[in-house]
């Protein structure tokens, strides 16, 4: 290659330009026929975009697209936000007669990803984006001193859903450095960060704003835009480009940009917690392999599984107390069989575990079903603002300047915090090696790991303990109160916490109850009168697993506490009511399993302990409410 143009694709991917491309494109998304859970799309093209360089043609040749990322731990986000995880790519490939990129992909169940892919299926979402890096291109035409690019080589590193696109007339790339060699999750250099704004954009709105409000609100806006126009803040773009369509002053932008900063020092440092396995990789590692080679002491049995522990234990910069599961198998989609033989010696698949590890963990979450969000694979502690006051309206007499006022800012901080629980597995099923066996253990697995994060999301201690901040230890969350001693919840007492959360004005989102099974069969038992007679308090839901109060799901766990006191009072339930959604739980990395062989040894069981870095907290406090006084006796 030409000396000149590999200087300058350097300078493109590396330096001069901030880093990793971006291009947008009409996504032309659609279920697939017949899979359930999967849609196809579209997510680049051989459209032109003008550059800094030149005009730059992206090549759909085949050879000529780079799709080993893609194919073997791909991501879907939203608006290239590497906290908005919305789904996964189950693969990609280049159509080369559409000269397309195109990819089928299957949304999260979190709540974000469903939330998602509704707006794609009302037709909401419309636009994906694909952020790239060039490895090769050539000079394939030169015009009126404009030159014409094909990149010949380059590499797509995921695939967004956006809202707002790059202008479609330049194509500028919105993007983040990211220096050769280094993974898609990194960021390095904030200062350089590119936003979705540019100078043109910047200029664009000062002059419509000269045009509709003369020179004071051409100055307005250019005040306003000019403090994001460089660089640390221009991370915060968007929330200029707010206040200047809500007519805020300079002065009250640079107060809320001041606020921003400090919750927000420095963007979160992450990166892919996964090890690049292949689809065959995944498939070919065992949980169930590596136990028993643990147990019987001959790491040989399973060496394969062992290096991949290892490929983890060097990206999370720490060694496993047993062995690492990479975050590629966590979060494998494949379906496990077993063949069962019938008459005539025919194999009847039957579907085992349609689901990840991960998707496992989720559905067995109670927390999580009832719409708590779940933030996962992540590196580092993250903080996430929000805010916590608003500004204020009001009354100005003729003559008379309005009072000021303005919004103010906080943030829900999560840090790894260490869960550990355990299963028992006898050593004759650990000989197995049937997909059956597989399945069980990681569905035992799950199970248990569930339950902790339940119990620890209901009730942890948080700060100055090992455990995360559950609902229940929340300072600020609405109570409502049964007797001195405690009391038997009536329907007045449901009616109560409802209120409690409704004049904080946060009775929106994911609204349900969560208590115990003493509280479910007690409130079975309590009667409402009404024109059609007594009700029981308690109905039957429409969603299997769940019950009904007052109109809204209600969750049954024996995480909740049915062992609280009050004065004389014991043996008291808890029973919570509130937007689970506002329920945040962080996942880190992979899963660490520790294999204890001893302490079950005379019965023939091996003791398998999980470890997962966990941490939860509540995102406003005023979104729930709670008894922890309801008598069930």
């Known amino acids: 290659m030409d000396p000149k143009l590999r200087q300058l694709i350097d300078e493109i991917n590396g330096g001069k330009t901030g880093g990793r491309l971006s291009r947008h494109v009409d996504m032309e998304c659609r279920a697939a026929e017949g899979r359930e859970g999967i849609y196809e799309l579209s997510f680049s093209s051989e459209t032109p975009v003008e550059r800094w360089w030149g005009i730059e043609i992206l090549d759909h040749s085949r050879g000529s697209v780079r ?159 000019g403090l994001v126009k460089e660089g640390d803040n221009r991370r915060f773009a968007d929330v200029a480009l707010r206040y200047v369509e809500t007519g805020a002053s300079p002065d009250e932008f640079k107060r809320a940009l001041e606020e921003l900063k400090r919750l927000n020092p420095k963007p979160v440092v992450d990166t892919d917690p996964s090890i690049g396995m292949s689809s065959r990789d995944v498939r070919k590692f065992s949980i169930v392999r590596a136990i028993r080679a643990l147990a019987e002491g001959n790491r040989g049995l399973a060496a394969f599984e062992f290096e991949c522990s290892e490929a983890v234990a060097k990206r999370l910069h720490k060694s496993p107390q047993g062995f690492f599961v990479p975050y590629d198998v966590l979060t494998d989609k494949r379906d496990l069989v077993k063949g069962t033989p019938t008459a005539g010696g025919h194999l009847v698949a039957t579907e085992l575990l349609a689901a990840s590890f991960i998707e496992l963990l989720r559905n067995k979450m109670l927390l999580r079903r009832l719409g708590a969000q779940v933030l996962g694979g992540l590196v580092g502690d ?18 008379a300047n309005v009072t000021e006022s303005q919004q103010t800012f906080g943030q829900v901080a999560l840090s790894p915090r260490t869960v550990g ?67 038997a919840p009536t329907w007045s007492h449901i009616v109560d916490l409802e209120t409690e959360v409704s004049i ?38 429409e ?15 024996n995480q909740v506490p049915s062992n609280l006191t009050k004065n004389a009072g014991s043996n008291l339930s808890a029973i919570i009511f509130g937007n689970f959604s506002d329920y945040i739980i962080g996942e880190w990395g992979a899963i660490d399993i520790l294999i204890d ?37």
């Open 67 to 225: 799709l080993d990322r893609l194919n073997s731990a791909g991501s879907l986000l939203f608006n290239h936000n590497r906290d908005l995880l919305i789904g996964a790519i189950e693969s990609a490939r280049i159509d080369e007669r559409a000269r397309r990129g195109r990819a089928e992909v299957r949304f999260s169940p979190s709540a974000v990803g469903q939330e998602k892919r509704a707006e794609v299926d009302a037709g909401v979402l419309r636009t994906t984006s694909v952020s790239y890096l060039i490895h090769a291109m050539v000079l394939e035409k030169e015009e009126d001193g404009v030159q014409t690019y094909r990149v010949t080589d380059w590499e797509p590193l995921e695939v967004s859903l956006v809202t707002i696109p790059a202008d479609p007339g330049v194509g500028v790339g919105r993007s983040r450095q990211i220096p050769a060699g280094q993974g898609v999750g990194v960021k390095t250099n904030p200062d350089k960060e590119e936003t979705k704004m540019d100078e043109k954009e910047i200029q664009k709105r000062i002059d419509d704003a000269r045009k509709q409000g003369g020179d004071e609100e051409s100055s307005r806006v250019k005040a306003i835009l």
């Open 543 to 557: 969603e299997p697993g769940f019950g009904e109060l007052n109109g809204y799901r209600a969750g049954v766990s």
């Open 382 to 399: 993250i903080a996430i603002p929000k805010q916590t006051g608003g500004a204020t309206a009001y009354w100005v007499g003729e003559n």
């Open 421 to 487: 629980t355990y299963t028992d597995i006898s050593r004759k099923l650990l000989i197995q090696s049937s997909l059956d066996v597989e399945a069980f253990v990681r569905n035992d697995l799950a199970t248990v790991l569930a339950l902790a994060i339940d119990y620890a999301g209901i009730n942890g201690l948080g700060q100055g303990s090992s455990q995360p901040l559950g609902i229940l230890q929340t300072s600020g969350i609405g109570a409502v109160a049964i007797g001195t001693d405690g009391g």
């Open 597 to 633: 062989p001893y302490t079950g040894g005379a019965a023939g069981t091996v003791r398998v302990r999980v470890l997962q870095d966990v941490d939860g907290a509540c995102r406003r406090a005023e979104s729930f409410a709670a008894i922890v006084d309801a008598s069930t006796t």
């Open 504 to 541: 904080d004005n946060a009775d929106v989102g994911n609204l349900a109850y969560l208590t115990n099974a003493k509280v479910r069969g007690k409130l079975k038992k309590t009667f409402t009168n009404t024109t059609y007679g007594e009700i029981p308090v308690w109905g039957k839901g």
